[in-house]
């Protein structure tokens, strides 16, 4: 119980700590197009939680950002699985992963602006991005699995449903759980990248992309920091999730 306290009061102390550094370099600057006031950022959000187009902004970005993560996912898992178990196949996409990984994410979102819709990005892009996540992390879990442990229960029998609970899920868990926190933050960023190129209607991409265009930097922050907020909330669920029934 100390410890958990302990633990939030560091955390509460660290966060001060960076929005007092962030005070003093916003009057030491003393100009609000470059940077503003963390009490001003504030005051500009708790207006925008008073307006209906502003939840409708984050309702659409989210669901768009987390099917995009859950599709990865899915696609990451199936295609590890097969690559662990078919060496041509893991050697066949081995370049396509490394593509993904290397190229730009700019660079995915200006090629499918050719053939998709704007609206579309925000799940499409995430995807991507997380599938090369868990493609590797969960790959990579298979294979430090001990062949030994594999044998054994082949000697002894063990159904299929018992070695994928008690020896793949178990060995895989730790892979996972860092694979979704990684993945869920990195699709946000991509997923709010491509609607701020995209423009896509009514979105928190959106809603940066006419801040900076406007140069409303107070809004900027304020878009910003809900869109950090929420990938960290739903970070916390899918990992909450995960270990709660894995």
Not at 10 to 16: C, L, M, P, Q
Not at 127 to 155: H, P, Q, R, V, W
Not at 194 to 213: C, F, P, W
């Amino acid at each position: 119980m100390k410890t958990s306290t302990t633990k939030k009061l560091k955390k509460f102390s660290v966060a001060i700590f960076w929005i007092v550094i962030w005070q003093i370099f916003a009057l030491i600057i003393n100009e609000e197009i470059l940077i503003v006031s963390p009490f001003k950022v504030f005051l500009k959000t708790l207006d925008n939680l008073q307006d209906k187009t502003f939840y409708l902004a984050i309702f659409n970005t989210s669901w768009k950002i987390l099917m995009g993560f859950l599709l990865g996912l899915f696609i990451g898992v199936i295609l590890s699985f097969i690559s662990y178990k078919f060496k041509t196949f893991k050697d066949f996409i081995y370049p396509l992963v490394q593509f993904i990984k290397s190229v730009p994410v700019v660079s995915f979102i200006m090629l499918l602006l050719m053939f998709l819709n704007s609206k579309y990005l925000s799940v499409f892009i995430p995807a991507i991005m997380s599938f090369a996540i868990f493609y590797t992390n969960i790959l990579e879990g298979l294979l430090s699995i001990d062949y030994k442990i594999l044998e054994m229960a082949k000697i002894f029998s063990i159904s299929t449903k018992n070695k994928l609970k008690y020896i793949y899920l178990h060995s895989l868990k730790p892979y996972l759980y860092s694979g979704a926190s990684l993945a869920m933050g990195i699709s946000f960023k991509a997923g709010l990248s491509a609607e701020v190129i995209g423009i896509a209607d009514k979105t928190i991409g959106r809603m940066l992309y006419e801040s900076k265009v406007y140069l409303d930097i107070a809004n900027l922050f304020s878009y910003t920091f809900v869109a950090m907020i929420i990938a960290i909330i739903f970070e916390k669920i899918i990992l909450f999730i995960l270990r709660r029934f894995l």
